[in-house]
């Protein structure tokens, strides 16, 4: 039999024990139940990654010791969870026979006026530090301790310490409209549908016109589309929205021009102006083949350039200034970052890269600052109308009667050479990458190239990155869509140098991070859905669960012991789709295009007929699934070619059929189109992130006739259960 635990042997090694001191996982249980002890070669560099010497026994010993030296040398955690409504314990370390004593400033800069009574420890030994012998007391943090970012202070002796207290709902509420019923919505890739007004790419006035519509001729209460964090200032732009360039600020390049609040005020000349360079990009509309991000943005930019050069009136210009000031550093940041990117060129990762030589505080930065005030503030201006855009479409998304409106889709991690890296480099770990072990559908594992967060650095700081990123998030949205929500639990590290089968979990607090998302989503009356594929511990979806946090059934994979699970037997506290971003449309996985197109990369490891045979296989059991639940027709499986749409159809059917709160149909699937948007595991191999929408024969369905389309009324007709 496998062995599924470390031997206490490996257990008692120093190495290991550090490791797992500090959250560093030194084995793993794979997809197909494959267990795995980590290397001590990968530990070592994962540990020196978050700072720590483990590079010889002394170091690790020392390590060792300075780490629980430090733990208990501090009164309180630098960051506690309060459960609102409930009464807690914060632990605190305490001289012997020591009792502690505690006030909180709430988030508002008021005085809490209620009272902390001291209590009694966790029953911990006493430690030694100093020739003093250090216990455990706590205090009692009472029910009635308002949600918010709080300010505990504590005092034992002669010491004072603080740390963020932060008081979140036990769970997420649910919707009403969700209490008794299911809702339903569509996702798509917002940059791959087009109106006329378009240029090139989907934008902030389509996806606009895309919820209004959506509710108006389908009923449908949510979008989901792709990430829309902040990207690069000039092209070349990165085509994956899950490499961003920050997760806190918004994508600028999906402006609207003539939508801009200032171009009914152009002079004729400029509206001229801006007029010709649109009609330079109008013609990339109509190209089916491939998303040309570059050409488009080189040319917006221009024209936005002309817009924010024409100048504001007074009180536009003041509610900018009340934008800029409440953006703050976070905006200075970006803006910073865009104007080095400008002036300087793109980040190489080289030493002689100015990403590596300066930083926020060099001289040369500041003196580019002075040099170009303009184009700083145009990248402030950029960002202060995509958020105007981007709430604009949220407000009448709401005002059509959608329950939700934008769902919002968060990014697991961000560029390496980014914004939030160049600003901020101690909130990542250096010299690891975040990814995912082999598993079935990339039997090489995935390195998605994209720094960690520090979980040192989270506690440290109040979870301060964490808490901004995701109220931005929600500031624009009335769902969040966590990508990859186990890294709130554990995620894949690989250090530099080694491929994806080389890495570790390392874990992080998942109560804490979810509290900041139930708090957040309470302000926000949001929804938050975590895409919980892959290999997922009970424990994870127990705790999703508890927190009101929904996750996702995805119909091919919804799979048993070669067999698919019926649709009713899925859980209810999830949003069901038939396919992800990351797999081809309907009808591609059909025609086993997801087969073609691995073979094709030399993505398949080991025998390529095997691979088919597998996949044929999956087809066969999904098929009986359908038709032994009552789905699907089986005369029509006698040629299914001729009746792919009802089989597509058959497959929404299952959705409707599952108690799953929320379903989501695919844009692509309601039009017929064929081709994958991501392949994982490629880069320029394939054009990822690049396919605009078509119809099943090669033809872009453009945005005024999307939802008219008679196969997509096919779909939402089924969706609406009809």
Known sequence: MTERTESAERLSRPLIHLAQLVGVATSYVGMTNDYHEISDEVLIELLAALGIDASDDDAIDASIVRILDERHRRLVAPTVLHTAGKEDQVLVNTGIMQIPSATITLENGEEYDGELEPGAGDGSQAYEIDGHFVATASIIIPADLPIGYHTLHVTAGDKTQDAT??????????????????????????????????????????????????????????????????????????????????????????????????????????????????????????????????????VKMHALWLIFKAGRTAERQKAFDEYKASAGEGLEAYATWCLCYDKWGAPTGDESSWEKRLNRDSREVRELRRQFPDTLDFYRWLEWISVEQLDRAQKAAKAEGMHIGLMADMAVGVHPLGADVWWNPERFAKGATVGAPPDYFNQQGQDWSQPPLSPIDLENTGYRTYRQMVHDTFAHAGAVRIDHILGLFRLWWIPAGHTAKDGA??????????????????????????????????????????????????????????????????????????????????????????????????????????????????????????????????????????????????????????????????????????????????????????????????????????????????????????
């Not at 119909?555 to 971003?581: C, I």
């Not at 799953?660 to 064929?674: F, N, P, T, Y």
């Not at 994982?680 to 945005?703: C, F, H, M, Q, S």
């Open 165 to 298: 207290l932060i008081s979140a709902p036990e769970r997420i509420k649910m919707l009403p409209a969700m209490e008794d019923a299911q809702l339903w919505g569509w996702m798509a890739q917002l940059y791959s549908i087009r109106s006329a007004g378009s240029w090139g790419v989907g934008d902030y006035e389509d996806l606009k016109t895309m919820m209004v519509e959506a509710r108006r001729k389908t009923g449908a209460d949510f979008l989901l589309v792709n990430p829309l964090h902040a990207a690069e200032p000039v092209a070349p732009l990165t085509p994956s929205p899950y490499l961003p360039i920050s997760r806190r600020f918004v994508n600028f390049t999906y402006i609207r021009p003539e939508a801009v609040e200032e171009y009914d005020e152009l002079d004729d000349a400029t509206r001229a102006q801006v007029e010709e360079l649109r009609a330079q990009v109008a013609p990339l509309n109509d190209d089916a083949r491939i998303i040309d991000r570059d050409v488009m943005w080189r």
């Open 505 to 722: 979990y390392v874990h992080y607090d998942s109560n804490i991070m979810l509290g900041i998302l139930a708090l957040e989503a309470e302000r926000a009356h949001g929804v938050v859905v975590g895409e919980d594929l892959g290999v997922v511990p009970a424990y994870v979806s127990t705790s999703l669960s508890a927190h009101g946090v929904l996750g996702c059934a995805v119909e091919w994979f919804e799979q048993m012991d070669g067999k698919f699970r019926a649709p009713k037997d899925w859980r209810e506290y999830a949003l069901a789709s038939v396919n992800t971003h990351d797999l081809p449309p309907a009808a591609g996985y059909l025609a086993y295009e997801h087969v073609e197109l691995r073979e094709r990369l030399g993505l398949i490891e080991g025998s390529v007929e095997e691979f088919k045979e597998s996949a044929k296989a999956e087809h066969e059991a999904m098929m009986t699934m359908l038709v032994d639940n009552g789905y699907l027709d089986p005369k029509l499986l006698e040629d299914e070619a001729a009746n792919e749409q009802q089989i597509i159809e058959a497959l929404y059917r299952g959705l409707r059929g599952s108690h799953c709160k929320l379903l989501a149909a695919s844009i692509v699937d309601g039009v017929g189109e064929r081709r994958a948007q991501n392949q994982p595991g490629t880069n320029n191999e394939y054009p990822n992130w690049r396919i605009p929408l078509a119809d099943g024969n090669g033809k872009v369905v453009p945005l005024e006739k999307l939802f008219d389309n008679p196969r997509l009324q096919s779909l939402t007709r089924v969706m609406q259960g009809k």
